[in-house]
C-alpha cells in the first residue's frame, strides 16, 4: 500500500489578491522506477482528465507504487472558472487569446552548449545534471525575468517546474467532441501500443510551446546534439498528450478504463509492478502529425457532422451536411461536403453553426494500424 500525501500550490491571484490554487496528490516511490507527473483539464472545458486522476489514485493507492507520481488535477483554476452562460471557455487567455497549453519554456541552445560541454560524460551523470541544467533554465530565464510573464506564461512555468522533476509527463485533455487519441513522439513510437487509446498521432522533434513537448523536446534535443558529436545516447524523459473523448463531459466508467490504460503504460516502465496491467487488444491506428488534416468550413451555415468519431471514412463520401436557411427555395439550401481523401473521423467542432472557415473535422489521412 502506498502513502498519498496531498498539498497544494499557489499558481495566479484573482485582481482583488485572492490566491488561485491547485492541488497536489503524490505517491513515494518504493523504488528508483522513473517518477511521473500526471495533470489535467489546463483548458477549461475538458475535465475528464480530472476523473482519470481520481480513478488512477483509487487504483494507486492498493498498489506498491515503485516510483514517485505526481497527480495535478484541475491544473488551470483561470480556465475552470471562465464560464459564459452554460459552457466553459477556458481554452485561451481571455485578455490575450494565448493557448493556455502554448505558453511553456523550451531554449533550443541549452542542448547543444550541454552536449558540447558534457561530450564524455557517463549517462547517468547527464540525466542528473542536465535536468538540473533546465530547471535552472527556467527558473532564471522565467521565474527570474525582470520584464515579467504574461499569465498563462506564469501559469505554465509553476507547472512545468513541477514536470522537470519527472521521467514521465502525461498532460490529459480532450478534444471538443472527440474520439480518444493520442500524441506520441517518434521517438517512442512502441510506446503508443501501451496505453488502451485506439488512434494516435506521431509528432516530430519541434517546439510548438505544448506540456508534453516542453517535456521531451530537450532531452529529444540533446539527444540529437550528442548524435551530432558522434554519441548515441537515449532520450531519458516521455511526454504525451492523451485525448480522452470531448470537452463538457465526465464520465466516472469511462475514466476507469482510461486509468486502466495509464496503468498499463506505467506498468510497462517499471513504474507499478510490471506486468499487472496489459494493454487491451484493438487495432490501433496512427498517422504522422503532417497527415492529421483540418477540414475548413467553405461557407457559414448549420451543421449536420454526419460521419461518426472514428468511423473510416472514403474520398468522396459525405462528412457535413449543411443547411443555409436564408438559401429556402435555391439549389444551395442543402450543400454535402465530402472526405477530400480516406480518412478516419477523430473530432469535430463542438457547435453546430459555424462560420466560414470554422475547423469542422479534424481527421487522420494516410493512416497505418500499429
Ligand atoms: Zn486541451
Redesign the pocket.
Known sequence: MSELISSSKVVSHMANGQEMSVPIYQFKGSSDAPSVYIQAN??GA?VQGNAVIYQLMEQLRGLDVKGDITLVPLCNPIGSNQKSGEFTLGRFDPITGNNW?RGYHFNEQLPQDFAKQYIDLPFDEIKVKFRAAIINDLETQLLDNPYGLNTAQHLCATLQRMAFEADIVLDL??GPISERHLYCPEYTKESAVLFDIPHTLFIPSGFDGALDEAAFCPWWQLQLAYQELGRKIDVAVDGFTLELGSQEWLCLEEAKKDSAGILSYLSAKGVVEQGLFEPTEMTRYACYLKDYRALYSPKSGLVEYLAPLGSHVRAGEPLIRLLRMDRYGHDDVIEIIEAPEDCIAILHFASASVNQGTELYKVFTRYFTL
Open positions: 489546463m483548458h475538458e497549453n485533455h480532450t
